[in-house]
DNA sequence: GTATGTACCTGTTTGC
DNA sequence: TGCAAACAGGTACATA
């Protein structure tokens, strides 16, 4: 699935290939994957057409294309979605959803739309340009320059929640899905569950430090399509086979310690970590009740 | 506001 | 062999 690393490499090659063109025609060929635009597949298709396209932008795992208008199209890839830049004799996709059909600047060109699971999908944001309203809840990601990281620490080291879902949790901090979650808390020897408030600011600190470590060596290694004539992010990044430690390796020895990888069932799907480096925390002692005499 | 659980979706894998 | 269940997981939403 396309985790930020691989958004941001599709963000980069809208940049490149489609900023300055002009939308043509948009052809929605499944309603689910605009379910969230307001004015449903006809008026989504409408609110484009004659639009050109100005920039090229991101926020976490969304990705929107500022439009002369003021408006945007917002868009997400969610876990199986793929935007391509075709030349238009290209065959449809398997699984193309919505199709775009540019003019001016990328004339002769398509964007396409692929998402087989569709939990991904577009809309038109009003007023989106700058920043979709849709989307002003979520947080800045690890890597925007503007992240502020003491706010980060603060915030995790008052909530009572295990750090796994903290670290997953959009309103504190973007980008991050399950892998790299798991990958980051391997990196920091910190168990999924441990409470935030019973973390020490350097330990969140060096969490955040390790998450920002894996994406940007993961963007090192997968942001290696800027120059194809489309953008191609099929999820299958070399990244996953080569660097992780913890996501997936069930059983496998930990590259620290040697220890089994263990997989324990998190939010209906899966957690994976070394349970010598990673120690389940213990429960926190449950103080007995007082045993209050009767006057 | 915070914590927690579930729906959404379909191709592939696993189990009987 | 064939069918059913389990699995993958980002996000929105519902509930307490």
């Known amino acids: 699935m396309p985790e930020l690393p691989e958004v941001e490499v599709v963000r980069a090659g809208l940049e490149r290939h489609v900023v300055g063109a002009r939308i043509a025609r948009v052809d929605v060929l499944h309603p689910r994957p605009v379910r969230r635009d307001p004015g449903g597949p006809e008026g989504f298709a409408a609110a484009l057409a004659g639009r050109r396209i100005d920039g090229a932008r991101r926020r976490g795992k969304y990705l929107w294309l500022p439009l002369d208008n003021g408006d945007a199209l917002l868009g997400h ?17 398997r699984h193309l959803r919505v199709r775009l059909v540019l003019e001016g600047a990328a004339e002769g060109r398509n964007i396409h739309f692929v998402d087989q699971r569709m939990f991904g999908g577009l809309s038109v944001s009003a007023g989106g340009a700058e920043l979709p309203p849709e989307i002003v809840h979520i947080a800045r990601d690890p890597l925007d320059p503007a992240f502020d990281d003491d706010l980060f620490v603060a915030r995790v080291r008052k909530r009572s929640s295990g750090v796994k879902r903290l670290l997953l949790d959009q309103g504190l901090i973007s980008g991050v899905g399950n892998i790299y979650a798991d990958e980051a808390l391997w990196r920091a020897r910190l168990h999924g569950e441990r409470p935030g408030e019973r973390l020490t600011g350097p330990q969140v600190r060096a969490l955040l430090d390790h998450a920002r470590e894996v994406m940007d060596e993961a963007l090192g290694q997968g942001g290696t399509s800027f120059d194809a004539l489309y953008v191609n992010v099929n999820g299958e990044s070399g990244y996953f086979d080569r660097s992780l430690h913890a996501y997936g ?3 496998e020895p930990c590259d620290r310690c040697g220890t089994p990888i263990r997989r324990v069932a998190f939010m209906n799907r899966s957690s994976y970590f070394c349970p010598r480096c990673q120690p389940v925390p213990r429960r926190r002692r449950v103080m007995p009740l007082a045993v209050i005499a009767p006057d």
């Open 77 to 93: 890839l969610g876990m199986s979605g793929q935007m391509l830049v075709q030349p238009q004799e290209a065959p449809p996709e």
């Open 249 to 251: 390796r069930q059983d």
